[in-house]
């Protein structure tokens, strides 16, 4: 949540004064935030599907 504020600062300081839309900075925000837990939710989902104890009973190759 700290480089919503902090991305547009530095590309006014370091970049080009043209900006887009607050609305579309706002709307950026939370869906980054929402793929991103997504995206980490998804595999742990999946691993929890599968029963831990037959991986931990299997004999190294």
Do not use: C, D, K
Request: glycine share 10%.
């Amino acid at each position: 949540m700290a480089g919503v504020p902090a991305g547009p600062g530095l590309y006014w300081i370091f970049g080009t004064q043209v900006m887009p839309p607050g609305s579309w900075l706002l709307t950026a925000a939370p869906a980054i935030l929402a793929a991103n837990a997504a995206l980490t939710a998804l595999p742990a989902w999946t691993h929890t599907r599968e029963p831990a104890g037959r991986v931990l009973n299997t004999e190294p190759a």
